[in-house]
């Protein structure tokens, strides 16, 4: 069975405090990796695509990476406009999302 | 781009109302979109996926009657939750992947919070 797992379930951090966020998974068939950005009441945000191990992904103060079983979104010296809720999901047959890490960047 | 729109953003009906809820991908054309369910703390649970021009395929344990989808073209899909009971209050969610790229990402409406009294 599909299944992925995001840790930790919530996180704080200083503003400029670097730090990653893991993501666990196993699925049949790996077709896709996304991460995705969830703000309260909203819908998810596109972030990142990741295909295959050793792939890498960048944007602003965020890099996604990617390994056989697990992936990680490091955040560089966040800013406080970074709080969110960021979501891990997989592509085997459907989309399975994370529960999500909720971060929360303090000035 | 690949922006997808959802309406109506919040709802609140009495007990027993059918709810119409609409999503539009508004710059591509999406032969396949999906809808999702979403309770507080947990992850986004896909309800169905909406298929145009044919009926939508549900996921285990989600009643096709209550939740009825029509797909009538590439840009839209609606989900109607039918005699809608305070247990159908949950947010919900579409999202929509441009058509001829099935392993390109599922681009998200705003959702769609349904309260029922």
């Known amino acids: 069975e599909d299944q992925v797992t995001q840790s930790p379930e919530a996180l704080r951090l200083q503003e400029g405090e670097s730090s990653s966020l893991n993501c666990s998974y196993t699925v049949s068939g790996l077709r896709g990796l996304f991460w995705y950005r969830q703000d309260p009441g909203k819908g998810p945000e596109f972030l990142f695509t990741?295909?295959?191990a050793g792939e890498e992904k960048e944007k602003e103060r965020l890099k996604a990476t990617l390994t056989k079983k697990e992936s990680f979104l490091h955040i560089t010296a966040p800013k406080p406009e970074d709080s969110a809720t960021y979501l891990c999901a997989v592509q085997g047959g459907n989309l399975i999302f994370g529960k999500g890490t909720k971060l929360s960047v303090k000035p | 781009g690949a922006v997808v729109s959802q309406h109506p953003s919040r709802v609140i009906c009495k007990s027993g109302t059918s709810v119409k809820i609409e999503c539009r991908s508004l710059d591509f054309q999406a032969t396949t979109m999906f809808w999702y369910r979403q309770f507080p703390k947990q992850s986004l649970m896909l309800m169905a996926t909406s298929n145009e021009g044919s009926k939508a395929t549900y996921e285990q344990g989600v009643e096709k009657d209550k939740f009825l989808i029509n797909h009538a073209s590439l840009t839209l899909s609606t989900l109607t939750v039918t005699s809608a009971h305070p247990e159908d209050s949950s947010f919900y969610i579409c999202?929509?992947?441009?058509?001829?790229?099935?392993?390109?990402?599922?681009?998200f409406g705003d959702g769609t919070r349904l309260s029922i009294l």
């Open positions: 990741l295909y295959s």
């Open positions: 999202s929509a992947r441009e058509t001829g790229y099935s392993n390109q990402p599922q681009h």
